[in-house]
């Protein structure tokens, strides 16, 4: 159903978006406007906001913007939302206007770098494309504000804009090979094969729809349609936009094949890659299938964008093959990902949702915080009314209960679903046609269902319903006032890690349960302006110092008992910390806010405590002391590390041994570090091997080490080098790697900026 159809009622989710209301207002949309402002030489009424808005990727979130307004418009019908899209939309008209070819964008300097690339001069790298951040992947959000605002609002100088947008996308590449634009979209892109796609079904022009395909990485697509897996060590939401417009185009072609691709992706990424709270990736990359203990040690787990586009990708498979396994996967995400990360009092949003045990998160702030997962977090909340109810010719589908009301414009008829779950495991519809309607009513039965529910019509019990292991049909003529109500019984279960290590999480139907393990040095909660100000970097407890789960895994579930006087609260006990058993509280992850948590236990059998322990212990040992006397770290070869360090680079390269990134050059790179008086060394991790490789290491513009380590075989090493003199009294340093004359330089794997021992 259209969002516009459907409105929430009160409940967890009405709260959430009544907070996102409040966080779009308290936007300023004249900041957000300036960069557009700005490049189309137009007069600016405020400064452009700063974080990532003002240090390359300015104009982002202004996108992302425009999409938050036109679905919180389309599923709240509140004004002042309206407001904002119409003022954002006019003075983006203008920009168009000004700059006379159809462009609407903030990136930095943009008339430069697109004549270049219409011209053929082309330099791309992962993250970057002709010297700037991520160009592509900024206008795309542009473009899906505008489609945004078109389809869910039906503002026609959107549609015109977003016409005329494309058509200039048209003439940037109108003199490109294919080979050229395959080139450039080696830089992030976005969605843009998707949104070009949706231009053509607007439009009803072919010509936009090729233009779909020419914007379409045919590196991503060619190994999903041979079923193969290349995906570890990729930057996980850089894939998933592009997958989205596979779907598009697929849909609108008829193209089978690239469909399949698509389901490829998803089963892969939803069955092999993702936790049990819906989410996936390491520091924004993939990691192998087969270790998941870089997630379990990261500060930086799950993305929110990814999960973001997980759940658009999964809505356009169930709009085409409405399978349970999509409702399943879109339900455990969204109550256990998406509205976990909306801080639910004063509506901060997350980036890192960490596994790590005893780890905590940061939210953003509206005046500070311009993260990717800020834009898509606007989005978020502004659309759970989307997936609730779906219709197929004359069949009504119930696909999650949350309270909430369907105007069936078709039938003429009011749907009401009033509910408490999860709080209670059940609900009820009302029908409120105007006259008697005949129609099949299909109720979801939940994977994690511990019994067949329980069917009442009209609070007398139905039994001439048809089961499926996918639904429940009722199949009637409805009159108003009927109602439905059903019980949905939910149980205790666990989900070990998808590689199988000996770490669970533990779940009370769709919810995963997490407990609240301190409140101590939670730094930066609230997160600044900083360009690291998105990850949780207070101090890492020692996973040996957090409690074991002793018990053989298919026991786990008796030691949860439900606490009589708290809905949703649960004791786990058998858990060993130390020389003792204790008990921990569980509770919905969702409404864990302002702690540390647990939401992954370690598991032993009473044999294996003391082996597990003395691992953990010897795992931990030098990780945790490294991090302890680091001062700055960037990782070589990953996009948000980089463009975090203001990376700036002539001639390099970037790739993965196996799922660690790295970067060499036969030019340059460099990064902008802190550091503080303590500061004395630098730490170079790399990979040496048998080629001859000279790698020079300057520190504002001095030479300060030339290294030529080489090894028969690929060896990792870790190289340290003492600050120079000239260095004291800073608070930054830029460092630069440079490849020796007539070599490459060295694959760097990570540069850290360290305090004494």
């Not at 048209?170 to 090979?177: E, N, T």
């Not at 990708?313 to 093959?321: E, F, H, N, P, S």
């Amino acid at each position: 159903f259209d969002l516009r159809e459907v409105r929430l009622l009160p409940g967890i989710f009405k709260h959430a978006e009544n907070l996102d209301i409040n966080y779009l207002l308290e936007i300023d949309p004249d900041r957000l406007l300036a960069p557009f402002l700005r490049e189309a030489n137009l007069p600016l009424k405020k400064d452009s906001y700063t974080n990532w808005e003002n240090t390359g990727l300015d104009g982002h979130i202004g996108g992302h913007y425009l999409s938050a307004l036109a679905h919180m418009y389309a599923a709240t019908g509140d004004l002042r939302i309206k407001e904002r899209l119409d003022y954002m939309l006019s003075n983006l008209r203008r920009c168009q206007e000004a700059n006379g070819n159809g462009y609407i964008g903030g990136v930095p300097g943009g008339k430069i770098i697109w004549t270049e690339i219409q011209q053929g001069r082309i330099n791309a790298g992962s993250f970057n494309l002709n010297g700037k951040w991520v160009p592509l992947y900024n206008i795309h959000k542009t473009y899906a504000g505008l489609r945004d605002a078109y389809l869910l609002t039906g503002n026609e100088s959107a549609k015109d804009m977003l016409i005329q947008m494309t058509d200039w996308a048209l003439k940037l590449v109108a003199q490109l090979s294919d080979a050229q634009i395959q080139e450039m979209l080696r830089s992030e892109h976005g969605g843009l094969n998707e949104t070009f796609a949706d231009v053509a079904a607007i439009t009803q022009d072919q010509t936009y729809l090729e233009l779909a395909r020419k914007f379409s990485h045919q590196s991503i697509l060619e190994p999903l349609l041979a079923h193969e897996d290349h995906l570890t060590g990729l930057h996980a939401n850089t894939q998933i936009p592009k997958v989205l417009g596979f779907k598009r185009i697929a849909d609108l072609s008829h193209n089978e094949k690239w469909a399949e691709a698509v389901r490829y992706f998803w089963d892969n990424v939803v069955e092999q890659r993702s936790i049990a709270i819906g989410g996936n990736s390491v520091s924004e990359h993939f990691n192998p299938t087969e270790d998941f203990s870089k997630m379990l040690y990261s500060i930086e787990g799950p993305e929110t964008c990814n999960t973001y586009n997980m759940l658009r990708l999964t809505k356009m498979l169930y709009q085409t093959d409405p399978q349970g396994k999509y409702l399943d996967f879109y339900e455990r995400a969204l109550y256990n990902h998406i509205l976990s990360t909306q801080h639910p009092e004063h509506g901060g949003l997350v980036y890192f949702t960490q596994i790590r045990p005893g780890h905590y998160r940061v939210y953003s702030q509206a005046q500070t915080s311009m993260w990717c997962c800020v834009g898509s977090g606007m989005e978020n909340h502004a659309k759970y009314g989307e997936m609730i109810y779906a219709y197929r010719n004359n069949d009504l589908f119930v696909n999650l209960f949350i309270p909430s009301r369907l105007d069936w414009k078709e039938k003429n008829m009011e749907v009401i679903q009033e509910t408490n779950f999860p709080t209670e495991a059940k609900t009820s519809i009302r029908m409120n046609p105007k006259k008697p309607t005949s129609f099949s009513l299909f109720i979801r039965k939940p994977s994690w269902l511990t019994t067949a529910p329980h069917v009442l019509i009209n609070r007398k019990p139905y039994r001439n319903f048809s089961s499926t292991n996918e639904h429940i049909q009722i199949k009637r003529t409805w009159r108003k006032g009927d109602i439905v109500s059903l019980q949905l019984p939910m149980g205790i279960h666990t989900e070990q890690l998808p590689d199988k290590s000996n770490y669970y999480s533990i779940l009370y139907g769709p919810l995963v349960l997490g407990a609240r393990t301190g409140q101590e040095d939670l730094l930066g909660l609230r997160a600044d302006d900083s360009r690291m100000g998105h990850i949780a970097s207070g101090k890492q407890i020692p996973l040996r110092d957090l409690p074991i789960l002793q018990a053989e895994p298919n026991n786990i579930p008796a030691l949860v008992k439900p606490i009589a006087s708290k809905p949703l609260h649960f004791t786990l006990s058998n858990l060993y910390l130390g020389k003792k058993d204790i008990q921990m509280e569980l509770e919905p992850f969702f409404g864990i806010h302002d702690s540390r948590y647990m939401i992954y236990w370690p598991q032993a059998t009473q044999k294996e405590l003391l082996a597990l322990q003395d691992k953990m212990r010897r795992d931990e040992v030098e990780s945790l002391a490294l991090a302890a006397k680091t001062v700055d770290k960037v990782v070589a070869g990953e996009q948000q590390p980089e463009s975090d360090h203001f990376f700036r680079e002539q001639n390099s390269n970037a790739g993965a041994f196996g799922d660690t990134r790295w970067r060499d050059t036969k030019g340059w790179f460099s990064y902008v570090m802190k550091i503080t008086p303590e500061t004395q060394l630098v730490a170079i991790k790399l990979l040496a091997d048998n080629s001859s490789r000279v790698t020079e290491v300057m520190i504002d513009g001095k030479t300060i080490s030339i290294l030529e380590d080489k090894d028969e075989r690929s060896t990792m090493k870790t190289i340290h080098i003492q600050l120079p003199m000239e260095s004291a009294g800073k608070t930054k340093i830029e460092l630069k790697i440079k490849a020796g004359a007539g070599f490459t330089s060295h694959k760097i794997l990570e540069i850290r900026t360290l305090r004494p021992d």
